[in-house]
């Protein structure tokens, strides 16, 4: 695509935006590039045909009011170029290492990317000029200064406030709704018309009761407008004063200098809770938050999420109760609840310590809302309060996978129909991740702990902390951060960060072993040997014994046939290329088709030992991983 002008044709290539988020007629803005000499390239919105906000000039395959374009930390990077000759002069850019994102332009005049993974240009100009690109407005009124601007809350306004509709032309959109309540002195705030033109504004005297905030409340978004408050004067003299004064100070007094360090601490401790609530705030603000806030019966329409308030959960679990709690993790405990209708849930607690900090939690919330499968568990929806994050999960009555299987007395109750039941279900919920939901998930972290059970004993898979998105013309992606459980790894992941779908199928293959044999893969010893339990059931179907791979509990209820071919689709999913792994519907079909030949497996990719005569080399640090802090310090394949 290119943004610019043909001069032969006269000919001019802009993005225009939306009307609104919804539609698609002509908008407001238009995204034009603008070069004034060879020297000087760079972009300009315009709204309604008049400057509102420049780029800057290209420099260094960046612009200067283009927040984060091409940094280190952002998603995507671009190779950006530009043409200025007698004939053409245009704008174009291509993804690097073959990412093709597209760039669009909001109704509220941001440029960003169409997935909304990244945004460039601030939510509103508001008619000076400042540091971020947004062109001076000479008809800016005087009630207004450069430090106001407009905060999108979730609140009411008083009832004493006046409000007006101004919705007389459907072209409406949400800048002419800021330009119109920037212009009235006495306008406060203001918000969007349901359909999405038009809008409502409120006037009032100004004081510090005319809005409240309802963070957890069913009310529409509205854009407030924020004042500095002239009685906290200069911000610069507020931060020094109290600072040169406390060098003054420390030589004639210790217990000020105690109380000043106990006002720093409960400012950084202000910060983080501001932080915090314009996490929260972004959280509900996100699609799957919709209408689902009722905090009295903490309902839950569809697929949305509930935001519960902290002490509907205390109360839930009678206070984090020690006979509450069902287990813990390197994530923090979770805890068996009940809500005052007699729901019951299921509690993750992330402790301070956890490693899955705001990313992780962010990402297993929006990402398993839009996930809808049998198989999967169901997120109802998150608490936060201050350094609190909860995640509100459906209940499973039977726990997890692990509860049973490794449990010598409790694997009894585990027999071959339950088990082949859990493996089918595994692979079906496997399936849809990767082939079936709205967007290809690759989970990274499957195993036992990460299956829980319901009353019936199905398999429902949870924890997505640590899921990737892929595209759907997306094969395989690299990490520099390997994240996972030992044992359950493919090898090309551990080792060179490599993942695709063949990385969750080989992870199945090893829990499918697991399954069958009643044994952890991590903790498996045979006699004074050092294979693991992938070795083990290598040797046995080599020596035409596959069948002592079983757990003994099973006794008689096994399928002979059936559990041949599990073993045997099992150690198809372990082999060390993963071009030879099957993708999940073959092994849904190998499972289920008696019929069906299977190939012959090759030799799989399972571990040595630690050893003190084997190191150095081979030896590698994977610095983060799953909930358990598991570490591996040396892998050797073969």
């Known amino acids: 695509m290119k943004l610019g002008s043909d001069l032969r044709t006269g000919k001019n290539w802009n993005l225009t935006s939306w009307l609104s988020d919804d539609i698609a007629d002509l908008g407001a803005f238009t995204l034009s590039w603008e070069p004034t000499d060879d020297a ?5 919105i315009r709204r309604r045909g008049q400057p509102y906000w420049t780029s800057g000039n290209l420099n260094n395959q960046t612009f200067p009011y283009m927040l984060g374009l091409n940094s280190p930390f952002t998603r995507y990077q671009y190779n950006l170029s530009y043409l200025y000759n007698n004939e053409e002069r245009y704008f174009s850019f291509h993804g690097i290492n073959g990412a093709k994102p597209m760039w669009i332009l909001t109704p509220r005049g941001q440029v960003q990317d169409a997935d909304n993974s990244q945004i460039w240009t601030p939510e509103f100009c508001y008619g000076y000029d400042s540091v971020n690109g947004c062109v001076a407005d000479n008809n800016t009124i005087r009630c207004r200064s450069e430090n106001d601007k407009f905060s999108g809350l979730n609140g009411d306004f008083s009832p004493g406030m006046t409000s007006s509709s101004y919705d007389d032309n459907s072209s409406r959109s949400i800048s002419d709704c800021m330009v119109r309540c920037w212009n009235d002195c006495g306008c406060l705030g203001f918000t969007t018309s349901s359909n999405g033109v038009g809008c409502i504004t409120w006037t009032g005297t100004k004081s510090v009761n005319n809005f409240s905030i309802n963070p957890q409340g069913n009310s529409v978004l509205k854009y407030v407008l924020i004042s500095p408050n002239p009685s906290k004067g200069n911000a610069k003299t507020w931060i020094w004063a109290p600072i040169v004064a406390a060098i003054f100070l420390l030589l004639f007094s210790l217990g000020l200098l105690w109380y000043l360090r106990k006002n720093k601490r409960a400012r950084e401790e202000e910060e983080r809770q501001r932080i ?11 699609d799957s938050f919709k209408d689902a806030s009722n905090l009295d019966n903490n309902g839950r329409k569809g697929s949305d999420l509930m935001v519960f308030s902290f002490a509907s959960i205390v109360a839930a679990t009678n206070d984090f109760a020690n006979e ?4 813990e993790g390197g994530f923090g405990p979770v805890y068996k609840g009940k809500l005052s209708d007699g729901q019951e ?3 993750k607690r992330l402790s301070r310590t956890s490693g899955q900090g705001l990313v992780e939690f962010k990402n297993e919330l929006i990402l398993i809302a839009k996930l809808q499968h049998t198989n999967l568990v169901r997120v109802l929806g998150c608490c936060i309060r201050g ?8 209940y499973m009555p039977n726990k997890s996978l692990d509860f049973f299987l490794f449990d010598e007395t409790r694997k009894a109750l585990l027999d071959w129909p339950k088990r082949w039941n859990i493996i089918e279900g595994i692979a079906q919920g496997l399936l849809y991740l990767h082939k079936y939901s709205r967007m290809r998930v690759i989970h990274r972290d499957l195993k036992a702990s990460n299956v829980l059970l319901d009353e019936s004993m199905n398999p429902k898979i949870s924890d997505f902390g640590m899921a990737r998105i892929f595209k759907q013309n997306e094969t395989q992606a690299m990490t520099n951060r390997v994240v996972g459980t030992y044992g359950y790894m493919s090898p090309e992941y551990a080792m060179e960060g490599t993942f695709s779908v063949k990385s969750d199928v080989f992870s199945f293959g090893v829990l499918t072993l697991e399954i069958v044999s009643g044994r952890r893969n991590t903790s498996f010893s045979y006699l004074d040997k050092t294979v693991n339990l992938i070795g083990y059931a290598w040797e046995l179907w080599l020596q035409g014994d596959a069948l002592e791979l079983e757990d003994p509990t099973l006794a008689d209820t ?5 559990l041949l071919r599990t073993i045997h689709v099992a150690l198809l999913c372990v082999q060390e290329n993963a071009l030879d792994r099957p993708v999940m519907s073959d092994v849904i079909s190998m499972l289920n088709n008696d019929s069906m030949s299977l190939p012959v497996p090759k030799q799989p990719a399972f571990f040595f030992g630690r050893s003190a005569s084997k190191s150095t080399s081979t030896e590698r640090k994977l610095e983060d991983y799953s909930v358990n802090n598991m570490t591996i310090t040396v892998m050797e394949a073969r």
């Open 40 to 44: 000087s390239q760079r972009f300009m």
């Open 387 to 394: 350094e609190e994050k909860m995640l509100i999960y459906e």
């Open 276 to 286: 915090d609530d314009e996490y929260f705030l972004e959280l509900i603000a996100s």
């Open 345 to 347: 849930i299921a509690i």
């Open 558 to 562: 096994h399928v002979i046939h059936q």
């Open 324 to 327: 509450n709690k069902l287990g």
